[in-house]
Structures are given as C-alpha cells and as structure tokens.
C-alpha cells in the first residue's frame, strides 16, 4: 500500500514537470526595424536537436517574422500586429529567421546540433 502512494506522489510531482518542459524561444520582430529570437533573454545562436515553443511577438503591421530551416517554414503575416505561437521540432541544420519585406536588413540565424 506505501508503495501505490508512493508512486502516487510520484506521478503527481513527475508528470506536469515533464508536460511543461518544452523549451520556450522568443521571438519578436519591430516596432523599429528589429528583428531577434531569445532564450530566456539571451540571443539564440546554438540549439540542441529538439522540440520548442516559438512565442512571436509581431509589433509592427509592416514587418512579419519567417522562420526557415531544415523541415520548417512558418511565418507571421505581415499585417499582424500581435502574438503567434508554434510549436517545432528541430533538428540538426541551420535556420534562419527574416522579416520578408526587410529581409536584407531584418534577419538573424542559429545552428542546431
């Protein structure tokens, strides 16, 4: 019976740990002419292979955000001023991110290993 308990606080403690261990990126492109991609607040340049949350935050109706890498193409509209979030599985690559209108000077990229 100690042990079914046991196992009991276990799962409770475990479980909702591991459901909210998807790594979080943030992304936000304008009101200027700006465009990053943040873990915890610091500029992502390596990743692991994996799986992520990508939280968007378009503040301009003139710039959108457009990710690109090996097995992925997810874009924000241009018009969207607001918040998107994916969720995308990495893998090993490059990626790139860019403003599509501004792409020569909005743009920024990271490794996956």
């Known amino acids: ?11 409770v403690l475990i479980v909702p ?10 992304g936000t492109d304008g009101p200027g002419f700006t465009i990053t991609l943040k873990k915890s607040g610091v500029k992502v ?9 990508f939280k968007i935050a378009d503040k301009s109706g003139i710039h959108n955000f457009h ?5 992925v193409d997810k874009k924000t509209g241009v018009s969207l ?11 090993a690559g490059k ?8 792409a020569s ?5 990271f490794t996956v290993t």
């Open 1 to 11: 019976m100690k042990l079914v308990a046991l196992a009991a606080i276990v799962a």
């Open 17 to 26: 740990a591991a459901l909210g261990s998807t790594p979080v990126l943030n």
């Open 45 to 53: 340049t390596k990743l692991k292979h994996g799986t992520y949350v």
């Open 67 to 71: 990710l690109k890498g090996p097995g």
């Open 81 to 91: 001023v607001g918040t998107k979030s994916w969720t995308v599985t990495l893998k």
């Open 95 to 102: 990626y790139t991110y860019v403003c599509d209108p501004h």
């Open 105 to 109: 000077i909005m743009k920024g990229s």
